[in-house]
Nanobody, 122 residues
Framework: QVQLVESGGGLVQAGGSLRLSCAAS????????MGWFRQAPGKEREFVAV????????SYADSVKGRFTLSRDNAKNTVYLQMDSLKPDDTAVYYC???????????????WGQGTQVTVSS
């Protein structure tokens, strides 16, 4: 089991940037594939991005490709989501999650953070 805590959310104007962090503890961070998901009010949780155990492979949802960059620092037990060119449609609670393979299905992820709110105003 791994405990995950997201941070870095906030309010930003359209076109701005935020960097989300997810700090892990309680298990070996490098054992886990790390994913980011988001959930807007009234909508289902959706895949955003995923990164492999060593950071060598990343995959992004089409809606964020080219704007978001996922990275990890296993020495710091932390994964980062750099979000640039933010749009109002990016407004959601963002969750990090620890999983076992580089897939976008929520069922692949066993441990979840509590989320951090990202609000993009127009």
């Amino acid at each position: 089991q791994v405990q995950l805590v997201e941070s870095g959310g906030g309010l930003v104007q359209a076109g701005g940037s935020l960097r989300l962090s997810c700090a892990a503890s309680g298990s070996t961070f490098s054992d886990y594939v790390m994913g980011w998901f988001r959930q807007a009010p009234g909508k289902e949780r959706e895949f955003v991005a995923v990164i492999s155990r060593n950071g060598g492979v990343t995959s992004y949802a089409d809606s964020v490709k080219g704007r978001f960059t996922l990275s990890r620092d296993n020495a710091k037990n932390t994964v980062y989501l750099q979000m640039d060119s933010l749009k109002p449609d990016d407004t959601a609670v963002y969750y990090c999650a620890a999983g076992f393979s580089v897939v976008k299905r929520v069922a692949n992820y066993r441990d979840w953070g509590q989320g951090t709110q990202v609000t993009v105003s127009s």
